[in-house]
């Protein structure tokens, strides 16, 4: 029998280079619609699959190549006499190259003002079906989905033949690729009819964006994936124009700082250790707010993160690189600044244009052994109905006060204590597996500039004990969830120190 491969593609990259090589080893070509047009017009002999199938394109080119001689042709195993027989007795040839990528359903999506009807006519069927007919009979058929293995799968025609490990990835990779293309037209459908948020059966898709060095620790082998649609304002939408490539905790620490600023609209400066924050200003311009935002920890900020919601300048420039700093993240740079950054070799430098963007229709997602945690992304501050518990109303300057600090142990792992002044951080306990040493940790991390300053908790206090150590601290104001059986204990107290007290009535657990 004659070799013949069967080419259709979207994505007509080096398609006419891999026909011209495929018809230089002894391979008739059959296609189909636009990918025969253009061999045709490459002077490259191609026969159309109707001449093949006896059957023209119908429906508008809806059906194609859904028949019995091009998908016996593809199925057929040539180890099996049985199959064989069948071929010769249904006058039908076998196809053993397969190329074909599908209809651009995501780029479809992505467009401004797509409607239904245009994404739906751009779900590719008989695409994905000889795609998969192939991957079934990988044994006899080589499948390519991807242009970037054209040149290998010539190279090894040309040594020979295709090797099986090579059809077996091929194959492989055809899977995963209409797989994640299934996954993606589910959750636009999903979205586009108001079904529940969280289905029966959840198939998630990610692209590949690099391989790393290692994750967390140097043992454990790594990798970082995208969302196939992208996310205004998240870490993989980020241009990095400085430094050494992205480590996993680079990546989860910056998320980290990225997820506090996104709760400030004025110009705000964010350093993060460990993906929590670790000092936190907003100023009338970023140099000032990158000053505070250091000075509020310049112990913890070193080695840190710095995400920075407005252009970074010179000025606030030559105050970066004054320490070490693994990455600066910022809507955009002057070009003097990003000279005076660049002196820093290693200093990971990311633009990200949409920092401010919000998070909008998102999942929280946790892996755990064996199965997946699935929340909504926490995007809500408090509730509407806050109060003051206390017979002392806050002062206007407390409640921003403790507005801006809410913002920060927000974002804090729990138990999370931040204490604030001024629009700026001061002290921030993470992380402890009580409450009482959160605040303490943050109180004394505070030092002087604790008096008169106010103290957030992300969830209730379970003692009046940290309403104790917020009076002796100098403290005036706290603001906090509410909702422990021992609430009384602590506004009492409160009252008896003149603390003023909210009650957001919304708590903020972040593990």
């Known amino acids: 029998m004659a070799k013949r491969a069967f080419l259709s593609v979207w994505d007509k990259t080096g ?83 397969v190329a074909v990528n599908l209809y651009p359903f995501k780029q479809t999506i992505m467009k401004e003002g797509v409607t239904l009807a245009e994404a739906i006519e751009n779900i590719d069927i008989g695409g994905p079906t000889m795609l998969r007919a192939a991957s079934k009979n990988w044994q006899d058929v080589t499948v390519v989905v991807d242009s970037a293995d054209y040149p290998r799968v010539i190279a090894e025609m040309k040594e020979g033949g295709v090797s099986q490990k090579t059809k077996f990835a ?43 060095r290692y994750g967390e620790n140097p043992h ?61 200003a907003s100023a009338d311009t970023v140099c000032e707010a990158y000053k505070r935002a250091y000075e ?28 070490f700093l693994e990455i600066v993240v910022a809507p955009d740079y002057t070009e003097e600044a990003l000279e005076i950054l660049r002196t820093k070799k290693n200093l990971r430098v990311l633009k990200l244009p949409t920092i401010k963007a919000k998070v909008e229709n998102a999942f929280d997602m946790k892996k755990v052994l064996g199965g997946m945690l699935v929340q909504e992304y926490n995007t809500k501050l408090l509730n509407d109905d806050y109060k003051v518990v206390t017979k002392r ?29 001024d629009k700026c951080s001061l002290g921030i306990g993470p992380g402890q597996v009580n409450r009482i040493w959160a605040a303490n940790a943050a109180i004394e991390r505070s030092g002087e500039k604790v008096k008169g300053a106010v103290l957030a908790s992300d969830a209730f206090f379970p003692f009046s004990d940290c309403v104790e150590a917020a009076a002796k601290a100098g403290i005036t104001a706290i603001i906090q969830p509410g909702g422990s059986i021992r609430d009384e204990e602590s506004i009492k107290l409160a009252d008896e120190k003149g603390i003023a007290m909210i009650f957001t009535g919304i708590r903020h657990f972040k593990h």
């Open 170 to 212: 091929l194959a492989t990779k055809v899977f995963e690729t209409t797989a994640a293309y299934d996954s993606l037209i589910a959750a636009y459908l999903r979205e586009q009819g108001g079904d529940e948020m969280f289905p029966e059966k959840l198939t998630l898709t990610f692209e590949k964006v690099q391989s790393m």
């Open 393 to 421: 109303q806050p002062t206007e300057k407390e409640i921003e006060d403790m507005i801006f600090t809410w913002k920060i142990v927000k974002h804090t792992k729990s138990n999370g204590i931040a204490i604030g002044k």
């Open 15 to 97: 398609i006419e280079e891999f026909a011209k090589e495929l018809v230089g080893l002894g391979f008739e070509l059959l296609s189909t619609g636009g990918t025969q047009r253009a061999l045709e017009a490459a002077g490259i002999p191609v026969t159309n699959v109707s001449d093949i199938t006896g059957f023209p394109e119908c429906l508008d080119g809806r059906v194609k190549t859904l028949h019995p001689k091009i998908h016996a042709g593809i199925l057929a195993m040539r180890s099996n006499e049985k199959h064989m027989e069948q071929l010769r007795e249904l006058g039908v040839e076998t196809i053993d190259v």
């Open 220 to 280: 454990q082998a790594a990798c970082f994936y995208k969302e196939a649609l992208p996310v205004p304002g998240s870490l993989a939408m980020a241009e990095q124009l400085n430094g050494k490539e992205l480590s996993y905790n680079n990546i989860n620490d910056t998320n980290g700082a990225l997820d506090t600023l996104r709760e400030y609209d004025e110009i705000t400066v964010v350093g993060a250790k460990h993906a929590n924050p670790c000092g936190v």
């Open 296 to 323: 509020a920890d310049p112990v913890s900020i070193f080695g840190g993160i710095v995400a920075a919601n407005a252009t970074i300048d010179a000025d606030t420039a030559r105050e970066m690189v004054k320490i």
